[in-house]
């Protein structure tokens, strides 16, 4: 079965300041998607950004970007230039396509300090 | 921007009761889910929904638990006689057919089983 693993239970940065989140998994596929979602105290799930496993190229959303590394199976998010808003949980999030559930690691919570 | 919703955003029950959560998915969106996530914990993978019927659903989706598409908006989950364990945040979200597997989840309706 596929796992998703956060090992940072809780980070904190400096606001304009750059993070790093970590996330691996395990998997056997080589067709799959990667997501990082944040989840604020409303705890609403918001979309930061995707990746396709396909594709060598790391995403990139606005300040928000991914290190990833297909043979490492490591999908890490980089938050630039840090803002009291980035405050949330942040849950990394794998997919198979045809296979509908999505697998959620267990999240980090970022703190921003002003 | 075309958004997932939920209502109610609240809801209390007593310990029995049947409850039914409602969700409005994206409009032109053809895949359909819910999660839950239990307070302190990951976001856990319910049911998913295609052509009117469940295309997936994991060990948490019991007999208790059911989906429906009443028409052609709404997309329900019930919970036929709810037990205090299923005090949780239940988010339903969708998915298109060209959105390389990327779903988009509502705000979330926060149930506590009294």
């Known amino acids: 079965a596929q796992t998703v693993t956060q090992s940072q239970p809780e980070m904190s940065v400096q606001e304009a300041e750059t993070v790093t989140l970590s996330c691996t998994y395990d998997t056997s596929e080589s067709d799959y998607y990667l997501f990082w979602y944040k989840q604020p105290p409303s705890r609403q799930m918001i979309l930061v950004i995707r990746q396709e496993a396909y594709k060598q190229q790391n995403a990139t959303e606005n300040r928000f970007s991914v290190n990833f590394q297909k043979a490492a199976k490591s999908f890490s998010l980089k938050i630039s230039d840090s803002q009291l808003g980035d405050a949330a949980m942040y849950f990394c999030?794998?997919?198979?396509?045809?296979?509908?559930?999505?697998?959620f690691g267990k999240g980090t919570k970022l703190t921003v300090n002003p | 921007e075309p958004e997932v919703t939920q209502t109610p955003s609240h809801q209390v029950t007593q310990m029995g009761q049947e409850v039914i959560l409602r969700c409005v998915p994206i409009s032109n969106h053809l895949y359909f889910y819910w999660y839950r996530q239990i307070l302190g914990q990951k976001v856990e993978f319910l049911v998913s929904?295609?052509?009117?019927?469940?295309?997936?659903k994991s060990e948490i989706f019991d007999d208790q638990f059911s989906v429906e598409r009443p028409d052609g908006s709404n997309f329900t989950l019930k919970i036929r006689s709810t037990k205090l364990e299923d005090s949780a945040m239940y988010f339903c979200?969708?998915?298109?057919?060209?959105?390389?597997?990327?779903?988009?989840f509502g705000p979330g309706t926060r149930l506590l089983v009294l």
């Open positions: 979200a969708s998915r298109g057919q060209v959105d390389q597997e990327t779903q988009y």
């Open positions: 929904f295609y052509n009117n019927e469940i295309s997936e």
């Open positions: 999030a794998y997919v198979r396509p045809g296979i509908e559930k999505l697998v």
